[in-house]
């Protein structure tokens, strides 16, 4: 009954587990796109000054943090309540479990045991048994919190793997680059058709200037 317990509230714990996975992955994008408008202004910050785009620019940075922000704040509450959950089984339900167990010869007569048994033996064995069933419960403890660690880890390879397809577009010449920006599927493919077309020759010719 105990095994099956245990059995039950780890697949509960899991099936609350946020998906801490996608949210390390979605953090990890969110502070390559804030880098990446860092670099751009640092790139045109020439072109910046000229037409006087600091309030543009800075509108830009501010939109891109706070982004970041908000998510880091969403994940950050998620961690906590699932903490508290996570702890809360793992410390007191698991190692009251244990702890109702042990204590069940001391006020139950279990058939079979001898009954000569003094209370010094009934005390070696609940204090023997205690620590086993702590140890069991730190174990289980541990396979879940490692779980909650592997999902991040696989966050992170998910951006690695990303890169390293986009690695792969480039050498195989197929690689076209999204827009970083907050607007919709439609209005970057509107903005991507209305960019012209690319014209290989040796000369540079300029229409309408």
């Known amino acids: 009954m105990m095994s099956l317990l245990v059995q039950l509230s780890a697949n509960v714990m899991r099936m609350l587990t946020p998906p801490f996975g996608k949210y390390v992955a979605e953090e990890a994008r969110l502070e390559g796109e804030f880098r990446f408008e860092h670099s751009r202004l640092i790139d045109y910050s020439e072109e910046v000054a000229l037409y006087f785009?600091?309030?543009?620019?800075?509108d830009t940075l501010d939109k891109g943090y706070f982004t970041l922000i908000k998510h880091v704040n969403y994940?950050?509450?998620?961690?906590?309540?699932?903490?508290?959950?996570?702890?809360?089984?793992?410390?007191?339900?698991?190692?009251?479990?244990?702890?109702?167990?042990?204590?069940?010869?001391?006020f139950v007569k279990i058939p079979g045991a001898p009954a000569t048994s003094t209370m010094g033996d009934r005390t070696q064995s609940f204090v023997t048994n205690r620590r086993m069933l702590l140890s069991s419960s730190d174990a289980f403890g541990r396979i879940m919190f490692s779980y909650k660690e592997v999902m991040e880890l696989a966050g992170y390879t998910s951006r690695v793997s990303l890169l390293l397809d986009v690695m792969d577009d480039i050498q195989a010449g197929k690689f076209e680059k999204k827009l970083v920006s907050s607007a919709g599927t439609e209005e970057n493919a509107a903005m991507l058709r209305g960019r012209g077309k690319v014209v290989e020759s040796e000369d540079i010719e300029f229409i309408n200037v």
Do not use: N, Q
């Open 75 to 106: 994940i950050l509450r998620r961690r906590f309540y699932h903490g508290i959950m996570e702890d809360y089984v793992l410390k007191y339900v698991w190692g009251a479990l244990g702890l109702i167990l042990c204590s069940v010869p001391v």
């Open 53 to 58: 785009g600091h309030e543009a620019e800075k």
